[in-house]
């Protein structure tokens, strides 16, 4: 198999898992089995669609540490409709003078919402599932509300930005006792 795509790749681990291969495993010692038994080999991939790729990538994780001293994106994706033909565009949080600036940032923010949301529905189906068809014990709750979660990491960021030395112990409903399963708050 040499073209990638989502079914095929997922062909690859369910072929690298019945052939005794270790497992959990990484994506990396997947690869690597994949290239060492000839079941992937590399595409002519276009220099200019990977360079593209990787500007994407950069842009994405630059950061810039605005008045308040909150470090945010510099840049943003949106993706839009022109002519009949959706593009992303990347607009710099700071480039006001932009056309179209605002509708832009705003079309960008309310995308990534849209991901994070996506990514809470697919975690409750996950949670769900799990619960109802394979957790031999407690059920795992999953909370969805994250309001306490932003104000503890405001606070943190506060206390650490003030020079306050001691780290506060995490609150009850912090995310640390999310991911460990118990989302009850006391």
Request: net charge positive; glycine share 8%.
């Amino acid at each position: 198999m040499s073209k990638v795509n989502k079914e095929g790749l997922q062909q690859l681990v369910a072929r690298y898992r019945v052939v005794g291969e270790p497992w959990p495993a990484s994506t990396h010692a997947i690869a690597e089995w994949a290239v060492r038994s000839d079941r992937w080999t590399p595409q002519n991939y276009s220099a200019l669609a990977y360079l593209a790729v990787q500007i994407g990538r950069a842009m994405r994780e630059e950061y810039i540490t605005d008045p308040q001293g909150r470090r945010v994106r510099a840049k943003h994706a949106a993706t839009v409709t022109d002519k009949g033909k959706q593009l992303t565009l990347w607009v710099g949080m700071r480039d006001t003078s932009v056309p179209n600036h605002r509708r832009l940032m705003n079309i960008a923010l309310r995308q990534r919402r849209q991901g994070i949301m996506g990514d809470c529905l697919q975690l409750k189906s996950d949670a769900d599932s799990y619960n109802e068809n394979y957790n031999p014990g407690e059920q795992i709750e999953i909370v969805f509300d994250f309001r306490a979660d932003l104000e503890e990491a405001e606070l943190l960021k506060g206390l650490r930005s003030n020079g306050a030395g001691a780290k506060p112990r995490r609150s009850a409903g912090s995310s640390l006792r999310y991911a460990t399963g118990t989302a009850q708050r006391t």
